[in-house]
């Protein structure tokens, strides 16, 4: 059987080894006669898988012991929630910068937490483009700076981000996180749903630096507060075990293949391969991003009309290329191009791409 070429942009491709693995796996965990999902999540077995997934992901991002490692549910959608319950007291501001339709949605949960300030907004602009933010001027009072790191929907993405901030940087790494090496020292929180880059859906990753532990309100709900999950490991309750067992096995998968840096000069080199057709296409295909805004994991592009692209995407779907219609939100094209899928899938859309305008322009 012959695999889709797979662009969706989440959940999305997983690494064909992580599948096999889990298929082989699937009847009879390491010996047990059960599937991992059959197995108590105290179990001996299921504790080495849990923390297994932690101790990587800790080698792999070089997180240091100030930060705790959590596995939640809930979604990236629930963080945009959490943070400002855990994190932004009554008398403090949330700062967010709206680089897209994400973080519009976590400033519209803080809303109704507490009080809020935009610190920049691209939204004017049709979020083309990632502001240049060195040391933004913050209001007294501010709790902390939120940003997306990586904008799925619009194809944007923070090449570097604001140093010199004097209150905690917290960003939702969705659609990036282990696509290339972050400096976590430099934030105070880090969300990720794990159904772009790290696994399936049903487990979302929070890397909180242990000081920010402290500051949520007692009158918090035992389930929304930060220091449950850390105090209790992330298993004050059943944790998504068979999740958290293919986040296990796409660490395992990306520490076999070199780790982050030889991560991000695979992500580089597909991303080059798709702008280097919509750059030399003489305006057949558009890019959505400005130049130095692109992102490396979503690729979003037009064509000259409405009817190119639906031509486009019902022939690349006959070609069996699947997930490539742009966010329902702005239309067009977007190919996500997440850590496993492969270069020879990229290889040959982009060929597909060049063949499509011969044929039609
Ligand atoms: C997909 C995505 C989300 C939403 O994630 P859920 O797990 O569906 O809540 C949030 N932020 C970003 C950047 C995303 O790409």
Redesign the pocket.
């Known amino acids: 059987m012959r695999r889709t070429f797979n662009f969706n942009a989440?959940p999305a491709a997983l690494p064909q080894p992580v599948l096999e693995k889990a298929s082989k796996n699937w009847l009879n965990f390491d010996g047990t006669g059960m599937g991992i999902m059959e197995l108590s999540h105290r179990s001996k077995e299921y504790e080495l898988v849990h923390e297994g997934a932690k101790a990587r992901l800790r080698r792999l991002l070089a997180i240091s012991d100030d930060y705790e490692i959590l596995f939640l549910q809930g979604?990236?959608?629930?963080q945009f929630s959490m943070v400002p319950m855990n994190l932004l007291g009554e008398d403090e501001v949330g700062c967010y910068i709206l680089t897209g339709a994400?973080s519009e949605k976590a400033l519209k949960e803080a809303e109704k937490i507490g009080r809020t300030s935009i610190l920049s907004s691209g939204k004017a602009l049709g979020y083309q483009t990632i502001p240049h933010i060195e040391q933004p001027n913050l209001p007294s009072d501010a709790a902390y700076v939120h940003l997306?790191s990586?904008?799925?929907i619009y194809g944007t993405q923070w090449s570097s981000y604001p140093s010199d901030i004097s209150v905690p940087l917290i960003a939702?790494m969705?659609?990036d996180i282990l696509s290339k090496p972050i400096d976590v020292n430099k934030f105070g929180l880090i969300y990720a749903?794990a159904?772009?880059n790290l696994g399936p859906?049903g487990v979302?990753v929070v890397m909180i630096h242990k000081q920010l532990l402290e500051k949520a309100p007692s009158s918090l709900p035992t389930m929304l507060n930060y220091q449950t999950h850390a105090n209790s490991q992330s298993l004050y309750n059943t944790p998504p075990t068979l999740s958290i067992y293919l986040l296990y096995l796409v660490l395992e998968w990306v520490e076999e293949i070199g780790g982050v840096d030889v991560m991000a000069k695979h992500n580089q080199q597909k991303a080059n391969i798709l702008y280097s057709v919509i750059d030399e296409s003489s305006g057949f295909f558009n890019g959505h991003a400005t130049v130095e805004s692109r992102s490396l994991m979503n690729v979003t592009f037009t064509l000259p009309s409405e009817e190119y692209t639906k031509q486009f995407l019902q022939e690349a779907k006959s070609r069996g290329f699947v997930g490539l219609s742009g966010h329902r939100s702005i239309g067009g094209c977007r190919a996500s191009i997440y850590n496993a899928v492969p270069q020879d899938d990229v290889v040959q859309l982009a060929q597909f791409m060049k063949e499509f305008q011969l044929q039609y322009s």
Request: zero cysteines; charged letters at 10%; hydrophobic letters at 15%.
């Open positions: 989440g979604g990236a959608s629930l994400w997306t990586n904008n799925t939702d969705s659609s749903g159904q772009k859906s979302t």
